[in-house]
């Protein structure tokens, strides 16, 4: 397996790290010579290269991972993209989860809330946030976002991880009653394992004949 990398950020840089590690052939997107039938592309950079990156991977015959969030993607999609706003392959099953467990919740009044914490520099609010909103009915404006350091630590985060974390409570409130869930995720590592992971069933399927072009949830291959 080889893997085409688009983007020059932390995430793309911790790819290429992984894969140097792991003995898996990894390059820049800008170099064609990284492009070849056995491989698989990651796209976590801005947006501005994301048009022609994907015609590239679409003339290779290669499919995409595609890990940046709040891109608007074309409608005649030239390759198979795999839209995977969280890699951290746990929280992702998690979510699936989420779904199922909270329809006997929907009639016995309880309140929710959900936090979300992220390092400063994350000035949105993540889509896995916004996802677990819909899952447990609540708008989406309702989602309280951390972003101060003395916060996130009196909530948990360490401090080595203010810099790179991903943390999520969900809390259901009722008459001397609280259920609480969460999800916490600690540097980069997680997401790239979990590219790497996507990305291999991805080219099983892809050997197959059995991944056609167009949008496809990140859930179908864990």
Not at 110 to 129: D, F, M
Request: proline content about 5%; overall charge negative; some cysteine.
């Amino acid at each position: 397996m080889n893997i085409v990398v688009c983007g020059h950020g932390a995430f793309a840089k911790e790819i290429i790290a992984l894969c140097t590690e792991k003995n898996i052939r990894a390059g820049r997107s800008d170099d064609e010579r990284n492009f070849c039938s056995n491989c698989v592309a990651i796209h976590c950079g801005t947006g501005r290269q994301l048009e022609g990156f994907l015609g590239d991977c679409g003339r290779f015959g290669i499919p995409v991972i595609q890990a940046s969030s709040g891109q608007k993607l074309p409608d005649d999609l030239p390759c198979p993209v795999i839209d995977a706003p969280n890699l951290a392959l746990p929280v992702v099953q998690f979510l699936k989860g989420l779904l199922a467990f909270v329809v006997g919740f929907e009639h016995l009044g309880l309140a929710k809330c959900l936090v979300e914490s992220h390092q400063h520099t994350k000035k949105s609010v993540p889509e896995t946030a916004r996802r677990m909103a819909d899952a447990i009915c609540i708008p989406q404006a309702d989602i309280h976002s951390v972003r101060d350091d003395y916060l996130q630590e009196s909530l948990g985060v360490p401090h080595e991880h203010l810099g790179r974390h991903g943390y999520h409570w969900i809390k259901f409130v009722g008459d001397g009653i609280e259920i609480g869930l969460s999800t916490k995720v600690n540097g980069l590592r997680p997401y790239a394992l979990g590219a790497l992971h996507i990305a291999e069933n991805a080219l099983a399927l892809h050997a197959k004949g059995a991944l056609a072009n167009g949008l496809h949830p990140v859930s179908e291959f864990i």
